[in-house]
Structure formats: structure tokens, C-alpha cells
T-cell receptor, first 115, second 111 residues
Framework: DGGITQSPKYLFRKEGQNVTLSCEQNLNHDAMYWYRQDPGQGLRLIYYSQIVNDFQKGDIAEGYSVSREKKESFPLTVTSAQKNPTAFYLC??????????????FGPGTRLTVL | QKEVEQNSGPLSVPEGAIASLNCTYS??????FFWYRQYSGKSPELIMSIYSNGDKEDGRFTAQLNKASQYVSLLIRDSQPSDSATYLC???????????FGGGTRVLVKP
């Protein structure tokens, strides 16, 4: 089965803890992305990576960190510096076409709650 | 002004009718445009992509792009209760490859 997997589906974090969300894809896509979605709102970009060992900050990177050691994996760490981490976290990937990365496909998401 | 704007709704349509959703964007050089459907509690699903002016049809869905007026729309013909969802408009600017999303329009199809 080709696709994007995210784990865990639900995650609970105590204040002051770092937690890592997993994202794996077997689509051979070049680029991967992390978004955050708050209730009733659209998606906001946290980080993205177009090639292995390289990544860029999105619009709301503060309090988050990522790594891209393998093409198929792009984990996101929510650090204790992120003051309001409760949200729905979505990972996406896209293939490169020329100099563009177009259609993005999403994983099932991880719902993070701070206790 | 938000980069991508949508009416939040809800847009209520009777079953069998046409649902018409609109999206405007601020960056004139935007190149690629997408519509995603998101059911409550689920992740977005890509339903349409459009890159050039005019209409693009796929089944009951038609996307319309007008770059001069900076809007993209989505028509859902013969609306079904299963079409009840939030529809997200997304745009890629020419200068980068980041996807910028609108806030979404909630559609309710009533039997």
C-alpha cells in the first residue's frame, strides 16, 4: 500500500515535555511538509523539506524542530517552547516536477493534546 | 488582507442542487490552485487542481480559474449528503513552492 502514515493518531503531552510526531511516506516523493490546524481554521505551515538533509521554516516554526535524514521520513518535534501546542498536526508530501512541487497529499494526522 | 480568502459558511444546499464555492487570492503571480475536501476529524483530500484560466471538470466537480480577477471557484453538481464537509482552497505562489490555505468553507447538503 502506497501512502503517508503518521503516528501516533492521538498524543497527550504534559507541560514541559518534548514530543515527536512521526511521518513516513513510501510514495518516493521528494518534498515533505508539516502543517498545524486549529479548530475551525485552515492549515498553517510549520516546516518543509524539499530534499534530504535540508529543510526550511514555514510560517509558524517557533517551538518546533524537524529532521530529514531519509527521503521517506520527516519527524516533527514539538518542544516545550511551543506555548500552545494543542492542535491537529498534518504531514504532507509532494513530487517534484521540474522546478515545482505541486499537488500535496496528506497523511491521516496526529491530534496532540496538552494536559 | 489574507493571502487566500474563503467564506467560512456554512453553505447550505438541498440535495441535488449545485453548490458554488468561491476563493480569492492576493498574489497576482500565483500559479497553481487546489481544492481539498476535509471531513470532520479527518485529513484533507485533494479533489481538484487547476493551473490555467478556464474550467476543469472531473465528475460532479468543476473548478473555474480567473487569474485576471484573482479568483478560483468550485462547483459541485447534484450535491449529495456525502458532500457535506469543509472545502479548502489552496494556492502556490510563483516565487516558492509553499502551499497557502484559505480558512475553508463548510458545506451542508440537506436531504
Amino acid at each position: 500500500d502506497g501512502g503517508i502514515t503518521q503516528s501516533p493518531k492521538y498524543l497527550f503531552r504534559k507541560e514541559g515535555q518534548n514530543v515527536t510526531l512521526s511521518c513516513e511516506q513510501n510514495l518516493n516523493h521528494d518534498a515533505m511538509y508539516w502543517y498545524r490546524q486549529d479548530p475551525g481554521q485552515g492549515l498553517r505551515l510549520i516546516y518543509y523539506s524539499q530534499i534530504v538533509n535540508d529543510f526550511q521554516k514555514g510560517d509558524i516554526a517557533e517551538g518546533y524542530s524537524v529532521s530529514r535524514e531519509k527521503k521517506e521520513s520527516f519527524p516533527l518535534t514539538v518542544t516545550s517552547a511551543q506555548k500552545n501546542p494543542t492542535a491537529f498536526y498534518l504531514c504532507a508530501s509532494s513530487i517534484r516536477a521540474g522546478n515545482s512541487y505541486n499537488e500535496q497529499f496528506f497523511g491521516p494526522g496526529t491530534r496532540l493534546t496538552v494536559l | 488582507q489574507k493571502e487566500v480568502e474563503q467564506n467560512s459558511g456554512p453553505l447550505s444546499v438541498p440535495e441535488g442542487a449545485i453548490a458554488s464555492l468561491n476563493c480569492t487570492y492576493s498574489d497576482r503571480v500565483s500559479q497553481s490552485f487546489f481544492w481539498y475536501r476535509q471531513y470532520s476529524g479527518k485529513s484533507p483530500e485533494l479533489i481538484m487542481s487547476i493551473y490555467s484560466n478556464g474550467d476543469k471538470e472531473d465528475g460532479r466537480f468543476t473548478a473555474q480559474l480567473n487569474k485576471a480577477s484573482q479568483y478560483v471557484s468550485l462547483l459541485i453538481r447534484d450535491s449529495q449528503p456525502s458532500d457535506s464537509a469543509t472545502y479548502l482552497c489552496a494556492v502556490i505562489k510563483a516565487a516558492g513552492n509553499k502551499l497557502t490555505f484559505g480558512g475553508g468553507t463548510r458545506v451542508l447538503v440537506k436531504p
